[in-house]
């Protein structure tokens, strides 16, 4: 165990927990050799069905498969049903905030947050001003990233209402641990994540602009972005088409697709793509990814984009600190979810504060994801921290601070033994006309020792998360 | 279905013919060397000559290359720069499979990308130079097995009736060059009975086309030319024939064109022509004609027909028809 940190699987005697002692036992009883054995038996699943990720310029072989830990990430029921009404009422308050911004902009009036800092975000779409998207909903897919603290409490890290992206994977870890430990998994009662998928597509009708049997496409970048297994694999279990934007055009502001039958026209996109790319005649003029005339067709109600263009502001990280007043603000309810204390560089205070201690804290760019952009004072060098300080003088709106977190940590196979590596969490929020949560989500694990940095690209996996106690496994 | 994706399942499934066609042919060109205790020399050159690859092969690797069994094995599969080579196939076929993944069944996804996996592993590099016989047959069989789960797994619906039109259409075009060609090494032989290398050679031009068990049920004279010529482009029911081919091609062309509507007209009408001109001849005719021509003409037919399908279907125009408006 790793001294200050919470770990998922031992309490600080070194006693299982309660919650996962069912599943320790039976990983126990399966012996060494076994456990490896099963282990080439999962990596050998991923790889012959191409459940990879493409590194960008690697051109041979481009995709990889994303490491994968077999010792499963354990949530008692409990537990769970606590973190996922905290998850669903943050996703409520934030597209309640998303709404007002666009619209009547009460929350500013009301100086519950500084209209500067909304719309300085880098994810602030003036255009969207006025446009309501259709059934009313901005955020249709959520990716909430939680980290648990020493106390074993969860808080939330930061929210990602764009494109949040990971969920196959957590589908794809479902089914190869099926197969590897059919029977711990059948005694455990994990709760199913299957019918992630049904949700979605249910959900993204049930906002469709008014149309008797409307047409929903995903709509990718193309083969050459990193997530394109994902959205090749929700295509193809959601069963409806995967479009690249030269499939898509725009005539009398309605969507069309290019079929062998002719055009057709599309309701509902699911689109992959980054707002500044969606339409050259807007944004990006010189975005090849997108389609011409597709934001008239979006502004006159025509089709339903998820998610909606103009949620960056949301899950931007300078307005991170303020969702719990959002909360109060637009649901009248306490925030069931903790957070992180965040300094606004923008903010002169902060930012003073954050150049002063830079060598204890995390720096962030706000409208970043992903790890990117991102300094762990601690770990830096001196010219690193000048030249972050450099930045944060010449744009304060686009950084913030944040103290170094403890991830918890939770057993991982690392060659041939147990070892404790830090994870976090990823839960998924699906929300149409309801809202559901998916049991569990994307546990990621940095693999290296002493790592805090889970993202795939820098030597992180994914663990299966099993939320325990379900009503069906 | 959409337009782009008709048009990679159109082309995954060609290069996967492709890739069956040639590893076939290389097979029995190598088995035949053997059967026939023949000097490689001018037996590897045909292969070149089918597959349009001759001058560049010579023009990088020289003439007395084009000789050469191993030479033109490893052109004809490992090289990267060989538009036609197993490699370049197999990966066509696999990126066109990646693109449209949630087109096809996980099944066939599974297979192509596990065969690529294979093909790209040192296990094949090996089985290759020790045995080459089998490597081209683990091939054949991988394709048989891919072919088999398309049909069982596939929704038979207009994505899997444009990967079957793919197939039929590389077939056809397949087995006219390849017959073109040998005939032409060969020459029309007059003079009765042939000798025991021509008769050799006509057997292995019907191995090259999966003929010859079929050849031997349907025929019950021996495999001299004007018969297995006539075999490979007449006989209805071989599956490799080009009558057979166009005739299955043009029932997945009936089933992709829509009733009452002018989309399909011109890839229809031109393979209407096409299997009338066919229905009308004959191999006696053919040859009267000359046989090159003759076959010459059919590939050039086809390959307009894969224009027209691409006009057609792949590359709509935008404007909005009536019906979508």
Known sequence: MIDDTFDEFFDPNGEIRHDVRLVVSALDALGRDEFRARMRLAEATFLRGGITFSVYGDEQGADRVFPFDLIPRTIGAAEWATLARGLEQRVRALDAFLNDIYHRQRIVRARVIPRWLVEGASGWVRQARGVMPPGGRYIHIAGIDLVRQPDGEFAVLEDNVRTPSGVSYVLENRAVMKRVFPRIFRNARVQPVDEYPMRLRDALLSVAPSRRRPRVVILTPGIFNSAYFEHAFLARRMGCELVQGADLFVDHDRVFVKTTRGPMPVEVIYRRVDDAFLDPTVFRPDSLLGVPGLWRAYAAGNVTLANAIGNGVADDKAVYPYVPKMIKYYLGEEPLLRQVETFICARKGHRSHVLEHMAKLVVKATDAAGGYGMLIGPQATKAERRAMAARIGDNPRGYIAQPLLELSTCPAWIRNSMAPRRVDLRPYVVSGKDTWVLPGGLTRVALRRGSYVVNSSQGGGSKDTWVLGGTSA | ?325
């Open chain 2, 1 to 325: 279905m959409i337009a782009r994706v008709a048009e990679q399942c159109f082309w995954m499934a060609r290069y996967l013919e492709r890739v069956e066609n040639t590893a076939r042919q290389i097979q029995v060109n190598v088995s035949f060397l053997l059967d026939a205790d023949l000097p490689e020399l001018t037996h590897w050159r045909p292969m070149l000559l089918v597959a349009g690859e001759l001058d560049h092969f010579v023009a990088r690797f020289g003439e007395p290359a084009a000789d050469r069994g191993d030479r033109v094995q490893d052109y004809m599969v490992w090289d990267d720069q060989n538009p036609v080579s197993l490699q370049t196939s197999l990966r066509s076929a696999r990126d066109n499979a990646r693109t449209i993944r949630e087109t096809i069944s996980l099944e066939m996804w599974v297979g192509l990308n596990s065969f690529w996996l294979w093909f790209h592993d040192r296990e094949a590099q090996q089985i290759f130079r020790r045995d080459p016989h089998a490597f081209y047959e683990e091939i054949r069989e991988t394709c048989g097995h891919l072919a088999g789960t398309t049909q069982d797994t596939m929704l038979h619906d207009e994505a899997f009736d444009f990967m079957r039109l793919g197939t039929l259409l590389e077939r056809a075009g397949q087995v006219c060059r390849m017959l073109d060609i040998k005939y032409h090494a060969l020459g029309p032989t007059s003079q009765l009975p042939e000798s025991p290398a021509e008769a050799a050679q006509w057997l292995a031009i019907l191995r090259s086309c999966s003929a010859s068990e079929a050849f031997f049920k349907r025929m019950s004279v021996s495999p001299r030319g004007p018969v297995v010529a006539g075999f490979l482009l007449f006989e209805p029911d071989f599956p490799r024939s080009v009558m057979h081919c166009l005739t299955r091609a043009w029932h997945f062309m009936r089933r992709i064109r829509p009733s009452d509507s002018l989309i399909g007209q011109r890839s229809t009408t031109l393979m209407q022509n096409l299997l009338r001109t066919l229905r009308a001849t004959s191999i006696e005719r053919m040859l009267e004609r000359g046989l090159h021509l003759e076959l010459d003409r059919i590939v050039s037919r086809v390959a307009e027909i894969s224009e027209a399908i691409a006009l057609d279907y792949f590359s709509p125009e935008t404007p909005i028809r009536s019906e979508s408006a």
